[in-house]
């Protein structure tokens, strides 16, 4: 199974990021690929949809010279791909309009939702989007740095920064306040002890008659399994047993790692959490199968198959009730 | 399976730790456990050798008129538990030896390496100092707003840190930057496509003959299967297809989720990257089988019980080799 913006297509080339002449060369290479972001959006086009489902939106790409001006800005970049073109992201707080010129395309747009335009794109653009959004997000927000509060200075094609305090403590040594961030969350579809319903639900900020799986971040010091449990409990106040891992997202807004569990519970009364959820109710497994495949006309909607939390749940239908 | 540093004994109570009164209360209560850090490490007692294995340190605890005038300085606390007595860590810089006079114990002490002495704590003692070394560690190294700068003050019975600057972007909707961080890292045994050896690479700053699991940051928009074809390429130049899951650890040096796997060779060549690696071999199943049970004359040695890669390895030597 393949999750939405899991795709790799690019190498993340790691041995050659920090070289900084390598990175200056490709830099200006004629080949290189040139993704432009505005306020963490980048720049698309709508291409004809095709056949009314699925990808209908591309990502705008620049060659060096229609964007050496904002190399100029402290902008942000990223490299990738080995003999094959390298690619870069910048983000800028340029004027969107006048950025929107740059384009050949006149159907160009920064998309204004990343939870749902970003959706839109096909499976290879997606997974440049989750890794470029994701380090662009860092950068425009860990500008100083965290032990000492000086700037920073941004190293090895943005997978780091420096502090420029020649006294920090964070020069010494090798500590996570150089790299970017990467926040574990765990999502999780917890399964009725009968096998037949499952526990999904509700933000007030969701669609109506949409139900998700429950996810919370994993704190510090915890396992996958013993933070699905204690979510759970917090969100729902149903008990978790076993808890088996299915699969994962990156989801770059800003820098999630949804890691996709299934999870039995021992117990079934709901006791709803209001500061975070508005509605957490055992749907029967009839229910969720007639959602996801007749449609809109149905009590419960369930998230698009773009999240992880779509794909636990289709998972879990495909599974024989008989656990 | 439960791996070292996993055990949760104690309530997190994250719905209790925003409530100010409840915290402070909680402080002075008499009942209350207090554990004292110094550099991060706890102080800890030698016990006496139970058989001449296992654990034989435990934490010093304290109620709160030991340690109250510390609790008057910026000291980071960390609360747990239902009815039962909640339990706090303080971080202190304090003179070391001075600290030590507050313990009846003679014998007590601050464990000089983590990486080896944290690991001679009995199952449930870890998993308290798994939670509360990493959020320790945490205050100690992001006491700045990495947005703009200005100093944080600490929340929430220390699982958040909020600006103090007025006007920061970091105020306005929910940002990780307030709240601990915890890095994904997977950690991997690579099984050789016969399924009867296994890869194994060493450190330079690993103890002699010793040979563990690769292991590797995850990145920004990755998924755990990527990070462990990218790391186990990049370290070793071994091509990786099917990954699964086996079990994880939190790792609180400082703040890390290692991510164990078992992942399926579909290469055998080996090309040790020498930034990152010493040495990478295939080792025979019979070599490791009797490395870990015939001890220290072995020609390989593998890494201590408490390890997730320890019990990656057993994990491997308990399946049959027909895969
Ligand atoms: N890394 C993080 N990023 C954003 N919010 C966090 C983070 N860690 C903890 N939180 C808090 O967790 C809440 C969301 O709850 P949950 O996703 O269920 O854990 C947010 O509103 C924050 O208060
Ligand atoms: N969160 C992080 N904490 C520490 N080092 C990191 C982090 N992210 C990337 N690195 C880099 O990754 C190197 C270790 O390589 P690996 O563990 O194989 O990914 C370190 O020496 C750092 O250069
Ligand atoms: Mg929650
Ligand atoms: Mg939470
Ligand atoms: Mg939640
Ligand atoms: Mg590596
Ligand atoms: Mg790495
Ligand atoms: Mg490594
Ligand atoms: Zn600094
Ligand atoms: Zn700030």
Chains 1, 2 share one sequence.
């Not at 509060?149 to 500590?175: A, F, I, M």
Request: glycine share 6%.
């Amino acid at each position: 199974q393949e999750n939405y913006f899991s795709r790799e297509t690019l190498d993340r080339l790691s041995g050659k990021r920090s070289d900084a002449a390598w990175l200056e060369a490709k830099q200006r290479d004629p080949d290189t690929v040139y993704l432009l972001f505005s306020n963490l959006s980048p720049m698309a086009t709508v291409t004809k949809v095709n056949g009314g489902h699925g990808a209908d939106v591309k990502l705008c790409r620049f060659r060096y010279n229609a964007v050496k001006d904002l190399l100029q800005k402290p902008a942000t970049t990223e490299p990738d791909t080995p003999d094959a073109p390298v690619w870069f992201a910048i983000n800028t707080d340029e004027d969107a309009a006048e950025l929107l010129k740059r384009c050949e395309n006149s159907s160009c747009f920064f998309p204004k939702s990343p939870n749902r335009d970003l959706l839109r794109l096909d499976e290879e653009e997606a997974g440049v989007v989750a890794q470029a959004r994701s380090v662009l997000a860092w950068h425009d927000r860990y500008s100083f740095c965290p032990t000492c509060g000086s700037p920073t200075s941004l190293q090895e094609g943005g997978h780091k920064r420096t502090c420029l305090n020649p006294d920090c403590r964070s020069l010494k040594g090798v500590h996570n306040t150089c790299y970017p961030r990467v926040d574990p969350v765990v999502i999780m579809l917890v399964i009725h002890p009968d096998g037949n319903q499952c526990l999904l639900g509700r933000k007030s900020i969701f669609p109506a008659r949409m139900f998700s799986c429950l996810a919370g971040f994993v704190e510090p010091g915890e396992t996958i399994e013993e933070a699905v449990r204690r979510e759970v409990e917090e969100e729902s106040g149903v008990k978790v047993g076993p808890v088996q891992y299915v699969s994962c997202q990156p989801w770059p807004m800003p820098s999630s790692l949804m890691i996709g569990c299934h999870a039995i519970a021992t117990s079934t009364d709901i006791k709803v959490d209001e500061n975070e959820i508005e509605d957490a109710q055992w749907f029967p497994r009839q229910q969720v199968v007639d959602s996801m495949f007749r449609g809109a006309q149905q009590t419960l909607v369930v998230p698009p198959r773009q999240t992880i939390a779509h794909q636990l749940i289709r998972h879990w239908i495909g599974i024989n009730s008989n656990l």
